[in-house]
């Protein structure tokens, strides 16, 4: 039975010094499965500490040349507080790792990852804002809420068929009043968010009526919908800088819009797309309401955005200082 046993040892000894000699490599070929290809595995080129040193002083100067410096958050002078966007680099090691498991006349695949700026939206203190990164080509649509139920319903299907979140900042008294439609849009993926309690003009109420507005339609938010808010949306813009340090208080940031379409004057849907087409930019934060005319509007709003190169996502992701995918941010493959 030893002398068996010790055959086999012996045995598979062999079959791996075999296997050796033939591959050189065998880091090399775990790694290449670890990765995902087989086919690799057979073909793997051995590397000289040499050319090692060599594909990494490539990588690096490349690196430097398609650095992307983040951009960090500001205060504008018009635009109050403006996000930062993050910057790109080459991640050295990861592509190098990768390079090393592809032939060698293969040209080099690199990697990159996002660099987050040194000054951030958070950073900035108590200041409202109106408007994403002008370097970042996205948009959203902040849907306000305190009436207009009976258009909701198409605007979640347009919004739906076209595969766009927005934000939709709730008036608290309506939330109460209406739950139900209110986890009908949250139920679509879409950004739920503050609109004060009873849409009062906030810049004329006390200090302790602003608070209570906000709060108790925070409150609400987290009991109704278990939404963990960052935004504060004040009814028709109006607000004075305690508002905006109230909000900052309860750990949200004001918002307000960068184009307004004015649906509440009832104007017509080819109306509403001339106003959003003349001014669309990226960043652009697009105030609009459940009304007949954003109902018909909307749609156009989506395909004119999508057809000049925009993304469109929710409040917290435009004012991210997040990249977009290089397909809609153009980068040259970054």
């Known amino acids: 039975m030893i002398v068996r046993k010790a055959a086999m040892i012996a045995a598979s000894m062999l079959i791996l010094l075999v296997f050796v000699n033939i591959n050189e490599d065998v880091s090399g070929f775990l790694a290449s499965l670890k990765y995902g290809d087989a086919k690799l595995a057979s073909t793997v080129k051995t590397y000289s500490e040499t050319e090692r040193k060599e594909l990494l002083t490539t990588i690096s100067a490349e690196a430097e040349k398609r650095k992307i410096a983040p951009v960090n958050a500001?205060?504008?002078?018009?635009?109050?507080?403006?996000?930062?966007y993050n910057g790109l680099e080459v991640d050295v090691e990861k592509t190098l790792e990768a390079a090393l498991l592809e032939p060698s006349s293969s040209s080099i695949r690199y990697i990159f990852k996002e660099v987050e700026p040194k000054i951030k939206l958070n950073d900035l203190g108590p200041y409202p804002i109106y408007r994403g990164n002008p370097n970042k080509k996205m948009i959203s649509l902040?849907?306000?809420?305190?009436?207009?139920?009976?258009?909701?319903?198409?605007?979640?299907?347009?919004?739906?068929?076209?595969?766009?979140?927005?934000?939709?900042?709730?008036?608290?008294?309506?939330?109460k009043k209406f739950p139900d439609v209110a986890k009908q849009i949250q139920a679509g993926g879409h950004e739920m968010s503050n609109h004060a309690y009873t849409h009062p003009d906030m810049k004329m109420l006390s200090r302790e009526a602003q608070y209570n507005q906000i709060t108790k339609t925070e409150s609400l938010l987290k009991s109704t919908l278990n939404v963990k808010n960052k935004w504060f949306a004040p009814p028709s813009g109006s607000f004075n800088q305690a508002t905006v340090q109230i909000a900052e208080e309860q750990g949200l940031k004001m918002v307000l819009w960068t184009i307004d379409t004015i649906d509440w004057q009832k104007p017509?849907?080819?109306?509403?797309?001339?106003?959003?087409s003349a001014k669309l930019e990226p960043g652009a934060l697009?105030?609009?309401?459940?009304?007949?005319?954003?109902?018909?509007?909307?749609?156009?709003?989506?395909?004119?955005?999508?057809?000049?190169?925009?993304?469109?996502?929710?409040?917290?992701?435009?004012?991210?200082?997040?990249?977009?995918?290089?397909?809609?941010?153009?980068?040259?493959?970054?």
Do not use: C, Q
């Open 74 to 84: 500001r205060i504008d002078r018009v635009w109050k507080a403006i996000p930062g």
């Open 142 to 175: 902040m849907i306000n809420v305190a009436w207009g139920n009976e258009y909701i319903d198409s605007i979640l299907k347009t919004l739906e068929r076209e595969n766009v979140k927005a934000t939709f900042f709730l008036d608290g008294s309506w939330l």
């Open 268 to 276: 017509s849907a080819d109306t509403i797309l001339r106003r959003i």
């Open 286 to 334: 697009i105030l609009m309401h459940p009304t007949s005319s954003t109902r018909d509007a909307i749609g156009g709003i989506i395909a004119t955005a999508k057809a000049r190169g925009y993304s469109l996502g929710t409040v917290s992701e435009t004012l991210s200082s997040a990249r977009i995918p290089p397909v809609v941010e153009g980068a040259n493959g970054f």
